[in-house]
C-alpha cells in the first residue's frame, strides 16, 4: 500500500537489531559500573555504598527487562506490540505492570540514596 507509513521489515529488523546492541552495551557498562561500587575500598563510604549499589542494580535489572522485551509503539495506529520471546511469555499488561514496579524500586532507592547523603552524611561529617 503506497499510503502505508508502516516500516519495511529489514528496516525493522535493523532498528531492532540496534536496540539489542545498544541495550547490550549499556548492560555492561551498568554491571562494570556495579563492580566497581563493590570493589571500591575507601572507608569512607562503605555504608553508602550498599544503596548506591541497590540503585545501580535496580536500574540495571529495570534496563535488562525494558531490553529483552523490546516493546514497539506504532503511534499511528495507537499500538504498541512486541515480538521478542519474553513477549510470548508474558501480555503488555504484564509488562507494564512489572515495568511500573521496577520504576518505583528505581526510584526508591533513589531516594533512599538522596536521603542517606543528606541526612546520614551531613551528620557523620560534622562530627
Do not use: W
Not at 548492560?27 to 572507608?43: E, K, M, R, T
Not at 506504532?74 to 521496577?102: P, Q, T
Amino acid at each position: 500500500n503506497m499510503n502505508s507509513t508502516d516500516l519495511p521489515e529489514a528496516r525493522r529488523d535493523v532498528i531492532v537489531l540496534v536496540h539489542h546492541i545498544t541495550g547490550a552495551v549499556f548492560f555492561i557498562v551498568n554491571l562494570f559500573v556495579c563492580l566497581l561500587i563493590i570493589i571500591d575500598s575507601d572507608p569512607r563510604g562503605k555504608s553508602y555504598r550498599k544503596y548506591l549499589f541497590s540503585l545501580q542494580a535496580s536500574s540495571t535489572i529495570f534496563d535488562l527487562f525494558s531490553n529483552v522485551y523490546t516493546p514497539f509503539m506504532l503511534v499511528n495506529g495507537r499500538l504498541i506490540y512486541s515480538e521478542s520471546f519474553l513477549a510470548k511469555h508474558i501480555d503488555m499488561v504484564g509488562f507494564v505492570a512489572i515495568e511500573a514496579l521496577l520504576f518505583a524500586e528505581v526510584i526508591n532507592f533513589y531516594f533512599i540514596c538522596v536521603y542517606y547523603r543528606r541526612n546520614v552524611s551531613l551528620l557523620i561529617g560534622e562530627k
